[in-house]
């Protein structure tokens, strides 16, 4: 927002689901609200039911009685809804500023209505608060934090897997079967311990762990990979970790012990180069080097991908998922103190599949890692 | 979306922040994707990463992959970034379809791209799908589960309340000054036990409480009012429960008895008045009412409002907070086998805050109550 020529931002979502917003006003409002700059001040609408909480503990500079200007809008337009495309314009004009950059997903149907009126709103191309990138170390010990009660989630798993009996090819923990249910409980209550909610966590196993994204479902079975994927967003911060571990309890054959190097391989490979001024789509060719060179082959099947098939890194902050992406796609050089995982994987049916992922913050050396937590995975 | 004149749904979403997507595609799919109607067939546009599940798990006819249409939408505008308005287009063009109804909440930035490359957007004046409101039985028993969850943390907040210990003003509890911090982890673990994940759950006692979004920090104090809402989502179905209970250990004084009182009888009056048909400012007429009658004062004042100052109830499903609201100034009549939340609060700084809520769902006579918790607040 430091150009002259870029006009001031504007909000309107609420602090939960818009980190834009969280990142602005500071504060956690569960509902939608107007928020916006304009000159060196920010200012919030909100609701008597937010007003003084807002005002004592938030970021902005101005916070007004939504109340007031939904009655001044139904004064205002008596034939036209009292929305927050009317309060937006009524508290521009007060402030006489009639240009606003919005983020690219500030709602359509307020984006129309202030049009109507007559707002010149500008969609940011990218994020609308660049900022968000450039971690303060504030920021990155928040991170750190995050992934501090990610590692908790992960030592309880390996927690469970060691206490887990192994009979033939069954787990049993606590006299019954272990499922991918069962562990996900352990690990998201290590991350309530912790500080921190850990929401879709990853616990799968076997072939279910060749779909990234599948979470988990009933029995895990001894001597398969295990994948662990723990993600917590931390209550008091809004900040969140990111890291996976892949586990396997029993005994590995030679081909998922050759599977589980190859990724850590990788992601070695992938540490090394990340660093201010790479390009992200350098860092994710390590790793596609380092399977190519093992002979881990990608490709897409009737049921699915296998292979390496999806990105190397992301942006964390207090999004999951943010700016810097780093994949075979996208060309973009990584900034000093961004933030971002460093997650290769390889996932076949029939053998299974393993992911390792640790956060690491960008410096013009050797990046700083946010992440801890050991690389044995095999227990006997 | 049932008439002929309005055009097919089109969401740019992930279904963790969009219940539409959740609802049109029943999956989770965690990053913003495409999906959209064509005729009678839903169509999702999801990368290799979410591909094999949410054709084996969704409620899509056809699931196509995101990289083939980002290839196409290459080779078709060389100067183009290739995203989400870019593939819209394209599968738009195949299924020669160039009308679609988006939600208000449509992103503003595809919205414009789409505007631009020729797509004819109307934006729903409304919900995107009406439908939602209507719970189907299987709806109902999924909001119910919510509220046994609710429940489960309601009853580990009772339970550590009554074995806290009363050292004059204070509660200790296993030794320890009784915390919000504490109370809450008590009552998110018990949420995590009954299958759901409880995020920013309240409890907060004395003036805190009299700021109905404040969470609780710090000591909890005996003799005193304390306000724990539970509203937890339900990871397997989504759907949520929210139930509000107010607790006093110790000794309750005439007038913190009066308070409570007023609520509960408030409560039932609201009760008493839903059904289907009714405007939901009635209802909340019948709330006022009994406070009215009962000599609570509603006023704003420098510090923030006091009496009862928030709606009477709010819809809820796949969002905790959705159609319909009942409060002082909409104007809806309730519709058969919507589901609202009826949640009078009085709040007075010095003398505490009272909120008691439970769940019905709306029928053509009395209201069939979805949740269940008993009343008795005092625990001597």
């Not at 007031?68 to 337009?77: G, I, Q, S």
């Not at 890194?313 to 050089?333: A, F, Q």
Request: proline share 6%.
């Amino acid at each position: 927002m430091a150009s002259p020529k870029t006009p001031p931002p504007l909000l309107y979502a609420d602090s939960e689901n818009s980190a834009d917003a969280l990142y602005f006003g500071r504060v956690g409002v569960p509902d939608a609200f107007v928020a916006l700059q304009s000159g060196k001040k920010k200012y919030a609408v909100v609701s008597a039911l937010e007003f003084g909480r807002v005002k004592r503990t938030s970021a902005f500079d101005v916070v007004l009685p939504l109340e007031a200007y939904v009655k001044k809008a139904r004064a205002t337009w008596p034939q036209r809804k009292a929305g927050p495309a009317e309060v937006i314009y009524l508290l521009a004009r007060e402030l006489k500023q009639s240009r606003f950059t919005v983020p690219e997903d500030f709602p359509a149907g307020v984006y129309e209505q202030l049009y109507e009126l007559g707002l010149d709103l500008v969609i940011a191309d990218g994020p609308l608060f660049p900022g968000r990138e450039n971690k303060t170390p504030a920021e990155a010990a928040a991170i750190r934090e995050g992934n501090r009660c990610s590692a908790a989630g992960i030592a309880a798993a390996e927690r469970v897997l060691r206490e887990s009996k192994i009979k033939g090819h069954r787990l049993i923990y606590q006299g019954r079967p272990l499922t991918s249910e069962r562990l996900k409980f352990a690990i998201e209550l290590a991350c309530l311990e912790a500080g921190g909610a850990s929401l879709n966590t990853i616990a799968a196993g076997g072939d279910q762990a060749c779909d990234p994204h599948d979470r988990g479902t009933g029995p895990l079975r001894a001597h398969e990979l295990i994948i662990v994927d723990v993600f917590p967003r931390i209550a008091a911060t809004g900040f969140h970790g990111d890291m996976t571990r892949t586990f396997l309890r029993g005994r590995a054959s030679d081909a998922q012990r050759a599977l589980v190097a190859a990724v850590r391989a990788a992601q070695l490979a992938a540490l090394h180069a990340v660093r201010a001024g790479v390009n992200g789509r350098t860092v994710h060719g390590k790793v596609v080097e380092v399977f190519t060179a093992r002979g881990y082959e990608t490709k897409q099947t009737p049921r699915g991908s296998v292979g390496f098939f999806h990105g190397t890194g992301h942006g964390l902050g207090l999004d999951i998922h943010e700016p810097p992406r780093m994949n075979g796609t996208l060309d973009r050089l990584l900034k000093k103190n961004s933030v971002v995982t460093v997650e290769p994987g390889l996932y076949y049916p029939g053998l299974g599949g393993c992911r390792i992922e640790d956060v690491v913050q960008v410096t013009s050396g050797k990046p700083t890692m946010l992440s801890r937590y050991h690389y044995n995975w095999e227990l006997r």
